[in-house]
């Protein structure tokens, strides 16, 4: 496989680019996007079997089912993080290895169902939360411990909108690669 083809099955709707701006109207399309990702993403994979959901969406990568755990995964840390930054002044999260969470047997052996179950709670409050938001609210931040950087809230919300297209898409494109329905 070409490099380039690499690239594109990794980054099937390209790399996360911020905005120049957080306008309203961008906080809300992502919020919304956030909102809809559990049934998205349920209506994608809810029928595959077994085989289909062990299946790498790309070489080397993970399967259908641990891309769909990673999410839930991923997507709590991202409430645990708002929550901290709404309650805390800037404070210094805590991070994990995505890869090896994505190793352990909950993520490799589990079925699928739980983790959409659990991806709708999760949705509705982690949307609830961010509709709530003031603007004063959308400053605040944290700070991420392997690069050191500061986040803020409002890049929180442009990041996991598109970390769920992201995985959505490592999972549609492989449907359509492999004429699945």
Same mark, same amino acid.
């Given at each position: 496989?070409?490099?380039?083809?690499?690239?594109?099955?990794?980054?099937?709707?390209?790399?996360?680019?911020?905005?120049?701006?957080?306008?309203?109207?961008?906080?809300?399309?992502?919020?919304?996007?956030?909102?809809?990702?559990?049934?998205?993403? %349920?209506?994608?994979?809810?029928? #595959?079997?077994? /085989?289909?959901? *062990?299946?790498?969406?790309? +070489?080397?990568?993970? &399967?259908?089912?641990?891309?769909?755990?990673?999410?839930?995964?991923?997507?709590?840390?991202?409430?645990?993080?708002?929550?901290?930054?709404?309650?805390?002044?800037?404070?210094?999260? %805590?991070?994990?290895?995505?890869? #090896?969470?994505? /190793?352990?047997? *909950?993520?490799?052996?589990? +079925?699928?169902?739980? &983790?959409?179950?659990?991806?709708?709670?999760?949705?509705?409050?982690?949307?609830?939360?961010?509709?709530?938001?003031?603007?004063?609210?959308?400053?605040?931040?944290?700070?991420?411990?392997?690069?050191?950087?500061?986040?803020?809230?409002?890049?929180?919300?442009?990041?996991?909108?598109?970390?769920?297209?992201?995985?959505?898409?490592?999972?549609?494109?492989?449907?359509?690669?492999?004429?699945?329905?």
């Amino acid at each position: 496989m070409e490099e380039l083809d690499l690239e594109k099955v990794k980054f099937p709707i390209g790399k996360f680019e911020a905005p120049k701006m957080y306008t309203a109207e961008y906080i809300s399309d992502r919020i919304a996007e956030i909102e809809s990702f559990p049934e998205r993403l %349920k209506k994608e994979t809810v029928h #595959l079997n077994d /085989e289909q959901l *062990d299946t790498p969406y790309r +070489p080397g990568g993970w &399967t259908v089912r641990q891309v769909i755990h990673h999410c839930a995964e991923s997507h709590m840390n991202a409430f645990i993080r708002i929550k901290w930054s709404l309650t805390e002044n800037n404070p210094v999260i %805590k991070a994990y290895d995505e890869v #090896l969470w994505a /190793e352990l047997p *909950d993520n490799l052996k589990m +079925p699928i169902q739980p &983790t959409l179950s659990l991806m709708e709670g999760l949705h509705y409050r982690l949307t609830f939360i961010m509709k709530n938001l003031s603007e004063t609210d959308l400053e605040k931040s944290f700070i991420h411990p392997e690069n050191n950087c500061e986040y803020q809230i409002k890049q929180i919300i442009g990041t996991y909108a598109w970390h769920g297209n992201h995985h959505l898409a490592h999972i549609t494109t492989l449907k359509k690669d492999k004429n699945w329905k």
